[in-house]
T-cell receptor
Framework: DSGVTQTPKHLITATGQRVTLRCSPRSGDLSVYWYQQSLDQGLQFLIQYYNGEERAKGNILERFSAQQFPDLHSELNLSSLELGDSALYFC????????????FGPGTRLTVL | AQTVTQSQPEMSVQEAETVTLSCTYDTSENNYYLFWYKQPPSRQMILVIRQEAYKQQNATENRFSVNFQKAAKSFSLKISDSQLGDTAMYFCAFSSFFGNEKLTFGTGTRLTIIP
């Protein structure tokens, strides 16, 4: 158990809908990362927050957004969902904003029908 | 941009044997970190080992060790005395030392330990 929690574990929804994925980092970690794992694109970095502020952006679609709250938990919002958004979404956390080992949560499996 | 290449999509080995997974990367940076993560059937991403590029000594963690060749940009993982629980996807990952600390992953190697 990495200490990073993600909810829900599984999510099934329809095209065009909006969902919110939640992540609680390890105690003491200030940095949160979101990754998407899909069959065709592999593991891809989406976005990073550090202590409430956006720090880096990767291949995140405009339909996706994220935020980190004062208690350091983070949410990833996915809207206007398409079939291709079906994937495993991971949250990872680390203590620092600089290079530091990232510990991954168990992931949220999103299925868009 | 950095790239990470894992050229072995699948490997299998008998239990108790030693296996080596390959990884090469491309970067113009001098300081960076390299990681091996394991993803068992449960889908959890588990850190196996980490290597700082500025360290000449290869990292080891119990049965897991790396062969880090900085000039060749090669970072292989050796698993000794392989166990059934080592069956998993293994991902090599790169992280810059400065700036964006995202992990750039390879495509993975599916390792099966045969009883």
């Amino acid at each position: 158990d990495s200490g990073v929690t993600q909810t829900p574990k599984h999510l099934i929804t329809a095209t065009g809908q909006r969902v919110t994925l939640r992540c609680s980092p390890r105690s003491g970690d200030l940095s949160v990362y979101w990754y998407q794992q899909s069959l065709d694109q592999g593991l891809q970095f989406l976005i990073q927050y550090y202590n409430g502020e956006e720090r880096a952006k990767g291949n995140i679609l405009e339909r996706f957004s994220a935020q980190q709250f004062p208690d350091l938990h983070s949410e990833l919002n996915l809207s206007s969902l398409e079939l291709g958004d079906s994937a495993l979404y991971f949250c990872a956390s680390s203590v620092l904003a600089g290079v530091d080992t990232q510990y991954f949560g168990p992931g949220t499996r999103l299925t868009v029908l | 941009a950095q790239t990470v290449t894992q050229s072995q999509p699948e490997m299998s080995v008998q239990e108790a044997e030693t296996v080596t997974l390959s990884c090469t990367y491309d970067t113009s940076e001098n300081n960076y970190y390299l990681f091996w993560y394991k993803q068992p059937p449960s889908r959890q991403m588990i850190l196996v080992i980490r290597q700082e590029a500025y360290k000449q000594q290869n990292a080891t963690e119990n049965r897991f060790s790396v062969n880090f060749q900085k000039a060749a940009k090669s970072f292989s993982l050796k698993i000794s005395d392989s166990q059934l629980g080592d069956t998993a996807m293994y991902f090599c990952a790169f992280s810059s030392f400065f700036g964006n600390e995202k992990l750039t992953f390879g495509t993975g190697t599916r390792l099966t330990i045969i009883p």
